[in-house]
């Protein structure tokens, strides 16, 4: 699949454990929306990631991409040590600078 070079990164971060990477896709004062919470810029972000990766221990698979220049949705299968693995979820971004301004993670 041929994904925006911002996407590629943020899901090479993602299945390859890189903190630091990951929040290196988000500005400084982004937002991610998951499982009912939202975590605001890249302190909370980088805190909320290394949470996740602990306790579900994820791998993601892209399956649809769409966007224009400052929104993007991506498809993609998710597997990890959460119940019903795999499930399909739905990643919103909004775009700012070249970077994710937003993320709001949807199943």
Not at 35 to 58: M, V
Not at 71 to 94: D, N, V, Y
């Amino acid at each position: 699949m041929n994904l925006p070079d911002l996407i590629s990164a943020f899901v090479k971060a993602e299945n390859d454990y890189e903190i630091d990477a990951y929040v290196a896709c988000f500005t400084p004062d982004a937002v991610v929306f998951d499982e009912g919470k939202n975590h605001q810029g890249r302190n909370q972000i980088k805190t909320w990631k290394e949470e996740t990766n602990e306790k579900y221990h994820t791998v993601m698979e892209p399956i649809e991409y769409s966007g224009y220049d400052d929104m993007g949705k991506l498809s993609a299968m998710i597997s990890g040590t959460f119940e019903g693995s795999p499930i399909l979820f739905s990643f919103q971004f909004k775009f700012a600078d070249g970077l994710i301004q937003s993320l709001k993670i949807t199943n």
